[in-house]
């Protein structure tokens, strides 16, 4: 500090000339004489070394010393990096109970996947002085399960290399210091800026996890295999349909006043007692945050619950959507013909709550992607329709088989029919039968997306079979 | 000046406390870390990292960290299945003592790039070296092929290790045209054929060299089976024996073995006897 002024000085002796200089060695050494009252390399007598360990101890002693554990929530960004390189996908929010010890271990529960909700794992932690202040979790934990760059694990629709964008090292972000942190602590991921926060548990909060309560909320919350889910509170009606962001994504669709749909997306999470709307809804004069004591009924097939805890709600399967666009069907089929291209599923057919219920992953060189092709070509003097389920050969992509279909037959109510045609090439049972599945007599419903650019083809029979279509060009 | 005199001077608060993360991060020690003290750390003079520190792998990429019930069996392969062989072959275990890369870091997963391929391991140096996909390991015969490519990588990397030490001869750099940057579009058959023992051999020199070490010690990848298969089977695919890919890899063959002959003083078809005869009583 001192030497600054003198530079200022010396410049300010260069500009101005001798004349003037009297004055600034004055203004000068008004300035110097302040400086040394306020130098000073301590906060309350604490060098910064003493104040980040007392940080530390802090932030650690708040975590081990919840008596209940702690609620962590974790929602991406929809952007998720590898190797310096960003892809962008759905959004999603991922929940967990933890507990930390003071000996660097923590246990956890996961909303990920049912058989992480009721087995607690055991991994490690640490608090540790980065740039920030960094809590991170330094061994494979539930935790890491979605940040796998493996998709097998991860379930990443966001490619090979990248997990869903969920960090598991972050930096405290809360603006206060970690003495003074309350029951909830702010947390930002240091490679992808997750945000997660910790909310301290209450004791029935954590009986309730030990007790199997996210493992059963979760199956309760899954019994129901309709694509549309009716929500009945009172007077008030909503749909619920699965929403593109993977398996916790949910569409709320309503009819407004004069009868037009209305649809909102949201992610989902489990706790032990509920089903999380991370994007609250407003229905009506209802707003839906979550859903409490979910109790299925397997006599009637429905699920009794609470919105928000307060008000008594009813959730039942339904065949038919609450509005149906009954032009999506041509509009689905005109859209690829008049470009002269097909549509894609990567996850095929998805029946009674099983996903790829034809294991049409596992097929002999299967390129990862199958097609329908409106118009594909003309066989026996007819113009058909091809699915098929595509292969790697010869060092590219290749249609080797499929089943054809006749022109598609849009009816009044909305919904499309494939008549089955012909099978193409040596088709394999798995294929096989997902074509014929295509080409059922009671045929489907169209239903266009939030992107404008994925139709999911509802079977119209029972509402539990659907496939997406995704338009890649 | 009197006033600039006295701005110099100031009382500086001693420093009592060290700074934060100084001599090295401390947790609190359990089996895992008491096993790497003695089965690694004590004899071999080798430090293990398996807890995520960040900034120690490459930074802005998605790497998990190893699940912590993976370490102990990971690491008793190595020592019984790659380490252990060294050690019978050259009577004790001074010489893994001495070039054994000093730190040893694992990690849950793979390193994946963003032409497709993955990292498996790396070595720096001549001290370290980064063992990937502890997580997928496992020692049953189901999984021998993953076990392989665990064995693979970790003997490829020690390969490294012993040529930043003291480098093969400079003529295996001219055994051998066509190194590129572009190996994983050249199919493993064509590469065989072309004189490499595995596709990524193609990558340079140093890696063809260690490829050879690694695909003669615990078999290559792409083989004949699909999937890992030993260092003969690989050579069949290279042609017959008057072929140019078979000779060629057989003077790459007669390089490696002369060199730890030389250098090392170790038989290397001794070695790889060991290696094998480890490796298949290993297996459950």
Sequence with gaps: MPQRICKLFAIIKTLFGMKKLVMYMLAAAGLMAGCKKTFDDTINGETPDQRIAAAMAAYQSKLTKAPYGWLMLETTTGTAFNQGVSETGPVATFAYFMEFSDSNKVKMFSDFDTSMAVVPKSSDFRVKSLQRPALIFDTYSYLHVPCDPDPRVSKSPFGVGYGWGTDFEFSFSDSVSAATLGDTIRLTGNLNSARAMLVKATKAQR???????????????GNIQNYFKRVTAGATQFEMTPGLGGAKSIDINTLDGSGNLKSANSSLYFTATSVNLVTPVVVGTQTVNRFENIVWDPGTATISTSINGTTAALIAGSTSPLKNDVNAPRAWWNKAVNAGEYWVTETNFHINGKDDFYNIAALPAFAGFTIFWPRFGVTGGVNYDLYSPIVIANGGVSINYGVGYRPPVFTAGGTVIFPLYVTLGTIPTAARNEGIKIGEATGYYLILKEDNLTYDMVNVADAKSWIQWQWVF | MVALASCNKED????????????????????????????????????????????????????????????????????????????????????????????????????????????????????????????????????????????????????????????????????????????????????????????????????????????????????????????????????????????????????????????????????RAKCRSAFVNYLQ
């Design chain 2, 12 to 271: 500086f608060t001693p420093l009592t406390t060290p700074s934060p993360g100084l001599g090295g991060d401390t947790w609190t020690y359990d089996a895992v870390d008491k096993f790497i003290l003695d089965s690694l750390t004590v004899p071999f003079n080798v430090a293990v990292s398996y807890r995520w520190l960040p900034g120690q792998l490459d930074f802005p990429s998605d790497i998990t960290p190893p699940d912590k019930d993976q370490v102990i069996p990971m690491l008793k392969a190595l020592l019984n299945v790659a380490y252990l062989p060294y050690t019978q072959q050259t009577g004790s275990t001074a010489f893994l003592r001495r070039y054994l890369p000093k730190t040893l870091e694992l990690a849950g997963s793979a390193e994946y790039l963003p032409n497709g391929t993955k990292f498996l391991g790396q070595a720096e140096g001549g001290t370290s070296m980064l063992l990937y996909e502890v997580n997928i390991y496992s020692r049953l015969k189901k999984d021998s092929n993953t076990f392989k490519q665990t064995m693979h990588t970790m003997h490829h990397e020690f390969g490294h290790i012993l040529h930043q030490n003291v480098l093969y001869p400079v003529s295996f750099k001219t055994i051998s045209t066509g190194y590129t940057g572009n190996w994983y579009n050249i199919a493993p058959v064509t590469a065989r054929q072309n004189g490499f023992i595995t596709q990524y051999a193609q990558a340079g020199p140093d890696e063809d060299f260690v490829e050879m070490i690694s695909s003669m010690l615990a078999g290559g990848d792409n083989g004949p089976s699909g999937g890992y298969d030993e260092y003969e089977q690989l050579l069949v695919q290279a042609g017959g024996p008057t072929s140019t890919g078979y000779k060629t890899i057989k003077a790459k063959e007669a390089v490696v073995v002369d060199y730890f002959q030389r250098v090392w003083n170790i038989d290397f078809y001794a070695l």
């Design chain 1, 207 to 221: 009986d309730a996890y030990y007790a199997g309560g996210l493992k059963s909320t979760m199956l309760a919350w």
